[in-house]
């Protein structure tokens, strides 16, 4: 299978964002110095978006050539996900609770547990946190949301691969893809705005993969313009207001469509220029963990500053740089130390279910 481009700094650039996302927002609730009023600092969750349709470009396109391939198999497909989401995910999910439930009410630090706790276990044990971020949990739990929306969509785009011819696999997508971003829209099904379930992300990404595949972006490849158009519709869209569309299917359709160009852009074309630092890289590689932890992090961050603002009077500047720097900080040490003690045994025993 032909390699493609190293997405990592892109991982890291985006759970960059949504790391500044979160900040202000649990600064804000106890009471700290917080800075949002820029656009950068409220793109969190397109951030995720982008995610999903890079998941689904790299997902969809493996599926896609195993198919191709006559090698595809469901079995390998769910290990390789199982080993590399489940246990990190896991282990936050029950983090999470003793956290909300336990650790707090030790530290006698008031939080509010408004659902019962079996329910809250069942939900997040059958990938439907989504669903349970609208109890308002705490955010160590509401972040396992995306991550619920990527399960949700594995446990379905596998079996509709297999079973389906693969000659029909494009046109079968695009049609899924455009149905589904139809009934998501529809006041009727209001519940899938609700509780976040933008599959057709995933699927936009797909059938950016297949087009890829079939050689029919190739004027993309070619274009000396598009990908660096492409580009800077993307900053622009991240670092200021003016591509913000108040109607939801102009918006949703907008980012699709520029998300899905800009995820093959940068995986296609030289237009656009490769980050090559290591250091920038290996963050990329653990951008999970990074994604995972920073809500830990960040906890421990701002509980800190809060004793200690009670003994030093700090400008509030200084406090807001540096809550920012030592949660990124403190966060990497945990993704680092948890992809090499914790993740890294069951990616190796995620490379024995290759295809």
Known sequence: MKK???????????????????????????????YF????????????????VLSGFLIIRLIYKSKINNTFSIKKFYMRRI?????????????????????????????ANEYDLKTGILMNLFFIPNIFFHYKPG???????????????YLMIAPLFYFIKKDNIFITLLIVTLVYFTLFHLNSLWFLKKYSFVYFFMLSGGIIAILEEKKKLEFIKKSKFVPPIVLTLVVVFFITDFLQFKNLIMRNLFITILFSLFVYSISHTSSIIEIKSK????????????????????????????????????NSIITIILIHILTFVLTIIFAHFSYKYFELPFLKLKEKYNY
């Open 4 to 34: 493609l481009p190293n997405l990592n700094p892109l991982r890291f650039i985006l759970v960059s964002i949504v790391i500044i996302y979160h900040i202000p927002q649990l600064c804000q609730n106890q009471g700290l110095p917080y």
């Open 37 to 52: 009023n820029s656009p950068i600092f409220n793109r969190g969750v397109e951030a995720v978006y982008m995610f999903f």
């Open 83 to 111: 080993l590399r989401i489940l246990p990190l995910y896991y282990l936050i999910v029950i983090f999470g609770f003793v956290f909300y439930h336990k650790i707090l009410p030790f530290l006698n630090i008031p939080f």
């Open 139 to 153: 955010g160590i739990l509401e972040v396992l949301w995306s991550i619920g929306i990527e399960e949700q969509f």
């Open 279 to 314: 250091f920038i890289n290996y963050l990329g590689k653990i951008s999970y963990g990074i994604y995972m932890y920073h809500v830990i992090a960040l906890n421990i961050v701002v509980f800190s500053f809060q004793s200690i603002q009670q003994k030093y009077n700090f």
